[in-house]
């Protein structure tokens, strides 16, 4: 034995060429070639149905693209740690459900309740992913079939009665204000933005969601208790479902069980869409919201295509696997 | 660690009955857990007899081929998100295909859409191999391609099955029935031979290699992507034999079926049948009873007088918590090593 | 050798690089018949990128490789196993879920091929019917090579074998080497232990930053003058003027001041076995072990990671009782392990990783902190860090990411350092300013203490040095003492006149 001497290896680089440049640019841009998506997306569509460039045309994709954007800003937090949340979905339906059996007791016991399933769900959903270990995904499937069973006995039982979202979630989910030209919903939304945001850049908590996702062993070992960020990210993502849930009962109307089980994929294919990677530590929502308004305007062009439920579960499917592919290839690339 | 350590260790100090229990004590267990909720059933309601085996079994064969399909990719180290879609894809494709036609073409037809289905879940293990994007983000994709392919095959609920052909999968033509035995038979010959092929050839053992350690399975000289391929193959396969079952009991397909519900039942029954979701670890043996179990849940709770309802949430908790107790197995091992 | 007999094994100009960094630059490999041939070099010299390309494991860029004169193409590890070419990595390949039985099944070999030569390592009575992750490291290199010899390659390349054996068992590996040669087949050894390369091989290729700088018969040849080659004369002057300046203290100064960490009769299962000692303010102790001897054990109980299973820590007195690396920082511990795969947020920006500890504690997560900025720059500046790729942390250079690794403490605060091997595969410049940087945080008030494997640098950076084996401390040395042959001594647990 003697000593293990060391050398350091050597780094080279290339001068890149012009298009390595630009891509390397779009690269680490991302967001622009969203917003050229974008907004080729939306030409195209007013090309198939010239009515589609009108206020009222763009309001029904925003309107589309609300609950989404909501829902994929707490898959956006769960997903930035590593995780997922697959029980979105039931979480805004339960909370939406729960919301319009409250309504006849008024707006804000209605909404409180509602925002509760979201809390509790969550939570429980952190403190299984945080403190025992469960696999986020196994953890997320099982509290979504536990929901989904318990508010299928308790719609006979303890939740029995009224189905209608009372009169001030229904104006904040489907009503406008200046004449008919911005939707609440989007108001809403625009204000639960600018605080996640703010919440993933510019905080102690969002630089601990990084930390965790993109290497766990090294935040332990930082000092980062992972099971305390775990909760407050898993209860986070329920309430921002809830919300996400009462806004979508109220545009709606009346509430069943199956009522946002079509927006789980899209709010999953927001997130990677905008750019957030499923292994933790890379995205942002305002790709994630990018993102999402995407998904919004497919949505008209596939209703003025006469597309139906099938076809756009196939692109749905289909984007989530090109772009993901596409991403992994510049990440490699870089 | 004592030289003299080592020496008892490598020379194997336990006995071996033991070793065997300790190897195989989770599947035991599960068919034990089996047999004893099926007795108690048997003593909650009037009469228990082969209609109600029949039914079990049948009814339950579905999520069994499942899982045995989700087993099998799991072990290799992937997870398939899309079984479920699969499982509807294929229902509906033979619902179609079938209906009106002879006992020979259906058979044709369910031998040609197993194929087809484990060639179509080759190019999903093998667009994970080319793209490397994690299994579950492309299967999430695959589930929602799969049931929207099945809802442009058959929009609404129709098609049928020839009636020997449904005899074939729940021994009854009419697909109720007191014959418990083709479907036993079926799940018994097949899950045996996947169950020998993995465990005791070169080829299935490659698989547990690649789940359990890819980098060491590399070196010695397997190819992971081929693996992998494989185990998405032959679990298309196993989803398709679900699909026919599924099949066979309606009498026709549904593509409104939720995919997504089928494969969260598919995860459970094989989390609760001892495999793994690391990879590596587990046997398709386990996850019958397990399956069985988590179908079952039901039936009992209503005998019992609980809501059925109440079933779902029973099994999520139930999930939840073999998930923990292994969490804590597997803590406690790494803390000892 | 006489170019008459055709080479064996002929590597000429092989090149890789991953992304940025070049591995190999351009390396050349002769091995002859019936010799047995070390590959020699620094870490991170390219020697097990070498072996992973001749095995096939990984591709090269570029280069020629040649088996008996005839052109190879090596795609897979097949390939290099049908080409007669048998290699025992440094990691086991073995699968741990599967039994010895399976796994040899899945390599195409029976019980009947390994048996033969398990038995020449005093292993002929195992039990194969065993899972691979209930048997232990050093049985598991020894199945590797039975199962490389089983497959009778012409070429034997054992990369690190010895590395995780105790002394007997590294004598079967040596022996079977010899009969190897004696077969007129070959053997490529590979090992840190110059003083194993000199009794068993007869030529060795010495590789230095991806080239291959030396082909030497080894007949005559001291240790001194392989490590000059491994690395370079003018480095190895370099590595000796590092710690010129520092103001080593006296010892009994260094006791004279209040102890700050305290350990007494720390046990964890069977590695750590009852490690006492006191860290005072303003001291770098050392601490140095061969491979494998309970340090790094040791240091997952000081930075909180792992409870010992009994024993007490002391930080200023009081007693600590560590649930998670969290309760150790807040009592002043801060660890810089050596694996910065351990440390760092790769995807991440230096600033955030700097930063990190800041938000340890729930009532930060608000907001940023205010002087967050001032911390990150100041930190930056007192290491001089590069940051211009700092977007993400793992487009920095080696030296740089330690850097990060370290800087993190600074940003956030702490009164004892616990460093291990913080110099290990870093560049002269690096390992200079970090040394630097410790004395002045010792000189500054806080303790140090320094794990490090590279025992040369013991005397130029530590105030005293504790030699760690089998688990426990088994020597102390004033800096002055500890020159590299007391050092080795102790670290072979000569001193208590037993080798178990």
Known sequence: MSTTPTTAPVIETDEPTQLQRVARYLVNHPHIVLIGVLIVLIFVTGAIEPNYLSVSGLRNSALFAVPIGVLAAGQTILMLTGGIDLSAAMIATGAAYVAANQSPKGAVIAIVAGLLVGVVAGAANGVGVGVFRVHPIIMTLAMSGILLGLFTSWAQTIFSGSTRMGDFIRTLGGGSIFGRSIPWAVIVWAVLSVFVVYMLRRSGFGRTLYALGDNAVASRLSGLRAWRVLIVAYTLAGLLGAIAGLLLGGRVGAVDLQLANNFLLPSVAAAVIGGTSIFGGVGTYSGTILGALILGVLQSMLTFLGAGQATQQMLYGSIVIGLSWLYTRIAAAQ | ?337 | MTSITQSLLAARDVAKRYGPVVALRSADLTVEPGEIHALLGANGAGKSTLVKILSAVIPADAGRISVHGKQANLRKPGDAMRAGIGTVFQDPALIPDLSLQQNLRISKLDRDDVLPWLERMNLGHIDLDLLAADVPLAVLRLLDLARALARDPQLLMLDEITAALTTDQAEYVFELMREWKARGRSVLFISHRLGEVLDSCDRATILRNGVHVAHLDLAGVEESALVTAMLGEELVEKVEAVGDEAAVVTAEEVESRPVVLELRDVHLRDRVNGVSLELHKGEILGLTALEGQGQNELFQVLSGDRRPTSGELRVEGERLNARSPYDAIRSGLAFVPADRHQALLPQRSVRENLSIPLYNRARRWLSLVGDEEQRVEQAVDRLTIDVRAGRQVQRLSGGNQQKVTIGRWLASGFDTLLCFDPTRGIDIQTKAQIYDLLREIAGGGSAVLLYTSELREIPLVCDRVLVMYAGRIVGELPAAAATEEALLTAAHGLNEGTAS
């Open chain 2, 1 to 337: 660690m004592t030289a003299l350590g080592r020496e008892t260790l490598v020379s194997g100090s336990q006995a071996p009955w033991r070793r065997w229990a300790r190897r195989h004590g989770w599947t035991i267990g599960v068919w034990v857990l089996l047999l004893a909720l099926i007795a108690y059933y048997a003593t909650l309601i009037p009469r228990f007899g082969a209609f109600q085996v029949a039914s079990i079994v049948n009814n339950g064969s579905p999520l069994v081929f499942l899982a045995v399909a989700q087993a099998i990719i799991v072990i290799a180290g992937g997870i398939d998100l899309g079984v479920g879609g699969m499982l509807v894809l294929t229902s509906v494709t033979a619902a179609r295909l079938m209906e009106g036609q002879p006992l020979v073409v259906g058979l044709v037809v369910a031998v040609a859409i197993i194929f087809a289905a484990g060639a179509i879940n080759a190019g999903v293990g093998w667009i994970i191999n080319v793209s490397k994007v994690p299994d579950i983000v492309i299967t999430l994709g695959s589930l929602y391609f799969f049931q929207g392919l099945a809802l442009a095959i058959l929009p609404n609920p129709a098609g049928g099955a020839n009636e020997w052909f449904r005899w074939l999968f729940t021994g009854s033509k009419t697909g109720i029935g007191s014959n418990p035995w083709p479907a036993i038979v079926m799940i018994t010959i097949t899950v045996t031979a996947i169950g020998w092929w993995l465990g005791k050839t070169r080829q299935g053992l490659s698989l547990y290699a690649v789940g359990s350690n890819k980098t060491a399975a590399y070196l010695s000289g397997l190819n992971a992507a081929r693996v992998k391929v494989l185990s998405y193959a032959i679990g298309g396969g196993f989803a398709a034999m679900a699909g026919l079952a599924n099949t066979a009991i309606a009498g026709r397909g549904n593509a409104n079926t939720v995919g997504g519900n089928l494969t969260l039942n598919s995860v459970a029954a094989i989390v609760l049948g001892g495999v793994a979701l690391t990879g590596g670890i587990g046997s398709v043996i386990a996850v019958v009873p397990a399956g069985l179990i988590l179908f079952f849940l039901s039936p009992i709770l209503t005998a019992m007088g609980v809501d059925p309802n109440s079933a779902q949430v029973v099994q999520g908790v139930l999930i939840v918590l073999v998930m923990m107790v292994t969490g804590i197995i597997e803590w406690r091992r790494r803390l000892r090593s």
